[in-house]
């Protein structure tokens, strides 16, 4: 009876549905990034390294210049300069691209361990920089209920699902997407017609670290306004995941975010509701419920979905 209570407690919540939105955002734009890249046939496990850096420099640059915008081009600036190492290593070198990005992964957790206590006095988290004031929609100010769920939230979150449809446009009703999907399809015909297949792949990939160095910025600037040692936590796992269940597509990598987004947020509400009086030894276990959801929903759909033909294999001309 006190579970029945509380999901009803939860469900007609409005902060329930706002924190879902919240917990989506990050995921929505590391997924459109994976799309991205994949769809021109690379593979980018990286996303999780470009989000925690992202996290980073955008907390260090907000620290620096007062600005949290200007610490968002920062983190966008850095994530290209780790999306072109796993483009040139991957496709200019032909690499193995699972190495590569795991590299990336290991760079991105090593350097911003490092750098914590040189340029912010200590180890672990840093103390509140500033973040990105919400946006108010007056329209929406009249309902109680719209008001405290979708009335006021960052303006980083209209963008994250403005983009999902600037992304499907560019990928589905445009010259550069057709070659985009020619190239993740079939990289030796798409040549002989003249396409470049290498400059093509560079900008999948380059866009993958635009969006993936954006939904690490939501995390720290976007949402709490500090930055906290791998504060990511797997969400670049959980964004391949919903690009892999969205079938490549970005508006359905965008609804498996959004499902991904509610198992956050139902996980969190659950174990603070005060009619379940959760234990603190148990609260882990509502931590892990989206990666169990992730393992279910993924495992759930092997099989129905189909990658580009060429992902992840290297193409020499």
Do not use: C
Not at 234 to 259: C, D, E, H, T
């Amino acid at each position: 009876m006190r579970l029945f209570l509380a999901l009803i407690d939860i469900f007609t919540n409005p902060a329930f549905y706002k924190l879902t939105l919240t917990a989506a955002t990050p995921l929505v734009f590391a997924s459109l990034g994976g799309v991205f890249s994949e769809i021109t046939g690379v593979v980018n496990i990286a996303l999780e390294g470009i989000m925690l850096m992202g996290a980073f420099v955008s907390v260090v640059f907000t620290w620096l210049t007062g600005n949290a915008w200007i610490g968002v081009l920062f983190a966008v600036l850095v994530g290209l300069g780790m999306a072109w190492l796993h483009a040139w290593a991957s496709i200019t070198w032909r690499g193995n691209q699972i190495v590569s990005g795991t590299a990336l992964i290991l760079l991105a957790q090593g350097v911003t361990g490092f750098l914590m206590e040189p340029i912010f006095g200590r180890p672990g988290q840093t103390d509140i920089v500033g973040k990105i004031p919400e946006v108010r929609i007056p329209l929406l100010m009249k309902n109680r209920f719209l008001a405290q769920s979708i009335g006021e939230l960052s303006p980083m979150i209209y963008i994250a699902f403005a983009s999902v449809f600037v992304a499907w446009f560019i990928i589905y009703r445009t010259k550069l997407g057709l070659r985009m999907r020619a190239v993740g399809e079939n990289p030796e015909a798409a040549d002989t017609l003249g396409v470049n297949v290498y400059a093509v792949r560079y900008f999948g990939v380059l866009m993958s670290g635009v969006m993936a160095s954006l939904g690490g910025a939501f995390l720290s600037v976007g949402e709490v306004g500090n930055f906290r040692e791998l504060m990511t936590g797997g969400r670049g796992f959980i964004a391949l995941a919903a690009m892999i269940l969205g079938n490549w597509n970005p508006v359905g990598a965008m609804w498996a975010s959004l499902l991904f987004g509610f198992s956050e947020a139902f996980a969190n509400q659950l174990q603070s509701s005060p009619l379940l009086r959760v234990a603190s030894t148990t609260k882990p276990l509502f931590n892990m419920f989206p990666f169990i959801v992730t393992l279910i929903v993924i495992a759930g759909f092997i099989g129905k979905t189909r990658p580009p033909a060429a992902d992840g294999v290297p193409y020499e001309k």
